[in-house]
Structure formats: structure tokens, C-alpha cells
């Protein structure tokens, strides 16, 4: 099987790591702006090949991990090229303009609108790990528009390398993730950026902050390339999560000021119920754990 | 040395932990409001004895680990009891308050004002463990306020359980403390109750939310007890960095609306230096990690 990957870098990396260990005689070409990343992923064995865009007609699957702007370019090309049998997958963290994009595309049925919940803050072809994707959830969406031969081949591939299958519609899939994902970025950027402000001297940070500033920042790590062009095409949900949250923030400042502790303590509880819903997510990275521990 | 722990918690117990690790014929009572917490660190061994109030007046050091508005009514009642030679360090997360409280008490100098920025989200006696303070940055406030003998015999303590040591007034401490730990506290548990107001279905947050969202608001996990008389304690300071981070998210929503992506990429990039200041703290963890696996 030919395997074309554009965007060889922590998920398109991890894929490919992933789909050697599980099928055999695949052979992976990979696809990338950047020279460097793609010298790297054939260094670090991501990758057998380095490959032209004209040589996707040679694919039997391609899977692209790119920006979500570059995608809306980059994918009805390649439905232009690839053959009639060839499945092409996105990973990208936004669906509805995606999919509108290519809705009349005449090679719509090759098309297979995935997103893995699996980025973490890093980017690029180091970040690459295998075993990403075990335990994962992969939203996929329009799962009706793509050939129900695709649809197999594809579901054979996420389940052996893992993944728990959730199918929505594009708009859900971006209204949900503004709330989950999206907003969580934001409210970390914005915390790196206020304490940064604040903190002029950072020999201050490094002492006088724990852990617990580390897990809240950690998301202001990630890549600015990568998430500008989400916040613009979630623009809609992301504003709406983001007036939310200021709401939340102001309401919760508003009681502080009024000293009104005890209507704090209830929020702060009520929000505690937090743990379960994390000890939910953490049960299916706990599985992950022992899993590869085998 | 008979060492008498108020607050037998994450803090309390795992200081008798270490203590008991790095010294020897310590004898450790608990006091706590808590039977249950008691009971739990009796049979944990994280104290040898149960023991009353009155007792103090045989205690060689106090360590209180209790919410800081209790703090405020337990410390000079300590200090009335205890001992000529007897040292008593507070762990808690504001410092002005309890500072200015016993500014003017008869046993000012058996009193060492301490915080070692080692929480984390879980509480209890069960959360204590070995080691919890190994490279972890222990701010001490006033310190010449205490008596020259019992400051040695501190740093001591304190350089044997492995903690740096950082010297700062009391308010100071609050201001910075409000921006390193607090606001985050609050920008976690406002993510939480955002996204849970939101995700009425919760099965929704389980399969879509990633590690990503688990670490942004895993601080909504702390305890309301603990935290709500810090946010009091420290209102000035909390309220002026929540204006800061309101201020920063409106500007951050501003650019969005206006479609000001060059911006907002702008903003993430000198944030992205966010990434520096971790690795600062990440490598204090990794010294801890390499010394525990000796």
C-alpha cells in the first residue's frame, strides 16, 4: 500500500509510525513544505520517501495533516490527481469549511473527514510517537458521503491502531471543540501572556511557580501556525465560547469583590464535579498506559 | 523531636513523611478537626499519635497546614502555648495577613512565615507523599523577624527535604503568588464551569475533550475549603490580576472579531516564549525525578 502524508509532523508522523506497526507492505511517501521537516522524518524513519505533489496519483491512501487553511487548498487538489479507488483522509481540527469545500467535488467519495483528539503542544516530525492514537477519539464527519468501501478501509485502519470512533456533523464537531479544545488554548495563551506581562523578571517565574501554573500554561507552548487559522475558521463558536468564559470570569471577580465567599465556595464546588468528567479522559489514557506497557 | 502537625493534608503529611525520611527520633502528633483525616494519617503513618491542643506545650517544632483563615485564629494560639525554644512554621498560601497577625505577638520570633510552592489539585491525607518537596522552591517571608536559632535549624530542615530556599516581604509574595498560582486556580475552575454549562451531556466531554483540556482545568479539581480564604486573603491582588487576564482575553476576542489574524499570531508567538519559562520549571522536576530513581 502507498501512503502519501502531507504534513509529516506530530500527527502525520505518528500516523505513519502507527500504520507500520500495524499493516504490512506499506510504503510512505511524505509531503512538506518545509525541506527541513522532511529531512528529518525520512531521518527518523517517519518516512521512506520524499515525494511530489504530482506523484499522488500513485496513492492508494493520503493522509493529510496540515494547516486547516492549507487544506482548503490543498485537498481539491488532491481529489483532482488521486486515482478512483485512493482514500484521502484530513486530520485537520475543523470540519465545516472543509467540507463545504469539496461538497461538490466530483471525487467527493474518496474523501473521509476525520479529526483525532490527539495534538498535544508540540509540533513538527520529533514530536511524532507511536501509540499517539491508541485510545483516542476520532470524529469523523459525513461519514455518509464517503464510499461505503472507503468507509471500511478506513475504520479497519483507526481500529487497529486504536481509535474510538465518533461520527458527527461538521457543525456540531466545530461548536463542540470550540468548547473543549479551542477555548482551552485561548484561555492558556492568555494566562502565559499575563503572567508574562506581569513578571518582568523571569528568574521570578521559574521560583516562584509550580506545577499547577506549568499544567495551565501548557497549551501557550503550541504552535501559532497551526492555530491562527483554526480561530479564524472557528471564528463563530470561538467567540461565543470566548464571551462565555469572560462572563464566567467576570461574574466569579464580581462575587470576589462583593465578598461574597460563600456563593465562591458553591462555585468552585459545584465546578469540582470536573474530576469525574477527568477521571473519564484519564481512564482511557490510563488504558493507553497499560496497553503499551504489554 | 516531638514535631506536632495541625492540618495532616497533602502539605502536613507529606512534610512528616520527608521529615521522618531525613531525621531521626522524630516523633510526629497530628492535629487535625478532621476524624476522619486523623484516623487516615494514623493508620498512613504519616503521624505516630493523635494528639490535643493543650499538647503543644510539648512540641520542638509546629507545622500548620490548614486553610489560611483558620490560620489566622490558630497561629497565636499556638504561639501561647508552645515552648520558649519551640518553632512554629505556617504553610499557607498568603502571607500578608498572617504576617501583620501576630506582628506584635510576645512570641513573634518562634514564628518562621513559609510557603513551599508544592500543591497540587488533590487533598487529604491520602494525597501525601514521599519527596513532595524535592526542588521545589520554598518562599520565606520575614525571616528576620525569627529568632537567629530557629531559622538555622529550619534552613536545615529545609535543605534536607531538598527544597531552594527564596527570601521575600509578605506582600510581595501575595502580589506575585496572585500571578504565578491564583490566577490560574481561577482561570481553571471559570474553564471548567464554562465548558460544563455548556456540555450538558457529559458523554460529549469524555470522547471529545483530549489531554489538552485535562491539563487546562486540572486545578479545578482544588479544594473550595482551601482555596475560597486564599481568594479573600488575597482579594486586592486576585482582582487585579483577573482585570489583567479579562483585559487580555476581551483584546484577544477584539482581534478575532476584526480579523486580525496577523495579530493574534503575533500574540500566540511571544507567548509561545511561555515555553522557556516551563522548561525552567520542568527541569527543577526532572532533578526531583533523576533523585528519586537513585
Redesign the interface.
Known sequence: MKVFVIGIGLIGGSFTLDLKSVMENVEVYGIDENEEHLAKALELGLIDKKAQFEELIKADLVYMAIPVDTSLNVLPRVLDIVKEDCMVIDAGSTKEEICKIVAEHPKRRNYLSAHP?????FSGPTAAVRGLFKN??N?ICEVEKTAFKLQERALEIFKAIGM?I?YMDPSSHDR??A???H?????????????????KN?R???????????????????S??M???I??QN?KN??E??????L???H??KL??E?N?EE???????????????N???K??EFKIVENGK
Chains 1, 2 share one sequence.
Open positions: 483528539i490527539a495534538g498535544t503542544e483516542k477519539t470524529i474510538r465518533r463542540h471543540i468548547y473543549v479544545s477555548l482551552s488554548h485561548i484561555s492558556s495563551f492568555m494566562l502565559g501572556k499575563t503572567v508574562l506581562e506581569k513578571e523571569e521570578d517565574i521559574f521560583d516562584l511557580a509550580g506545577s499547577g501554573f506549568a499544567s495551565t500554561v501548557r497549551l501557550a507552548k503550541s501559532p501556525a492555530w491562527t487559522p480561530f479564524r471564528k470561538v467567540m465560547t470566548l464571551d462565555e468564559y469572560i464566567n470570569l467576570k466569579f471577580r470576589i469583590d465578598d465567599f465562591i465556595f458553591s462555585e468552585m464546588e459545584r465546578t469540582n464535579h470536573i474530576r469525574e468528567v477527568l473519564g479522559i484519564n482511557n489514557e
